[in-house]
């Protein structure tokens, strides 16, 4: 299928500042996105959608970013903390994805250092 | 936080053995969906569901078998467990409602085929 991937696969932040995970995918035909956090042990745990109608989303400290024109997207997280550090994954959906399923990339691990 | 419950949470079995990984959701969600997740790797879709008596293979080739006799219930079976079998297992569900496909996912049932 498409590919979904992210730039970097770990990112060191200090707490305070702020994070940004980016994504690449793709499938031109991709008309939604999500961002999901996974913590050690526990199932993934949904952050912020946008759909390709749109080029910025934002929500409670977390801005997700869409450019269509060179398939990227981006998670920007404000004063990152501690509970932060986890793992991220971007994933895309569209029809042709099995009726809407969606596709993850790979993960982005997020360290958030005192 | 999402209701969607998986048991049992550990799972260390020997091999031939026949398994069952249960998940269950109480949000009256249509859709359903079973990922493998390998650790620190992406999740493929290996089996979902648009409702009751509904099951598709996912992306991902599987040996597993999945049911759905009732809508909160979808269940995945092993007839023999192999080593090659030993990964985490990850169950959703979502809203049926095409683009905007939020899947809220379990806390997961790690396998070890020994």
């Known amino acids: 299928g498409e590919s979904v991937g992210l730039h970097l696969p770990t990112l060191s932040v200090q707490e305070g500042d702020n994070s940004i995970i980016n994504c690449a995918y793709s499938?031109?035909?991709?008309?939604?996105f999500i961002w999901y956090k996974q913590e050690s042990g526990k199932g993934p745990q949904f952050i912020i959608d946008?759909?390709?109608?749109?080029d910025k989303r934002q929500g409670q400290r977390v801005t997700v970013l869409l450019n269509k024109t060179v398939k990227h997207l981006s998670l920007q997280i404000a004063a990152t903390q501690p509970g932060d550090s986890a793992v991220y994954f971007c994933?895309?959906?569209?029809?042709?994805?099995?009726?809407?399923?969606?596709?993850f990339g790979k993960g982005t691990s997020l360290l958030v250092t005192p | 936080e999402a209701d969607i419950y998986q048991t049992p949470r550990y799972l260390v079995i020997g091999t031939g053995k026949k398994i069952t990984l249960e998940c269950s959701q109480t949000?009256?969600?249509?859709?359903m969906y079973w990922y493998q997740q390998d650790p620190g790797m992406e999740l493929h879709l290996i089996h979902y569901?648009?409702?009751?008596?509904?099951?598709e293979k996912g992306d991902l080739s599987s040996e597993s078998t999945v049911s759905r006799i009732r809508t909160e219930h979808f269940p995945l079976t092993l007839e023999s467990a192999r080593p090659s079998h030993t990964s985490q297992y990850l169950c959703a569900s979502s809203e049926y409602g095409g683009a905007k496909n939020i899947q809220y996912f379990g806390a997961g049932t790690r396998l070890s085929v020994l």
């Open positions: 499938n031109s035909a991709s008309d939604y």
């Open positions: 994933a895309e959906s569209s029809l042709s994805n099995s009726g809407y399923a969606l596709n």
């Open positions: 946008i759909r390709s109608n749109m």
């Open positions: 949000m009256g969600h249509d859709k």
């Open positions: 569901s648009y409702g009751v008596n509904s099951t």
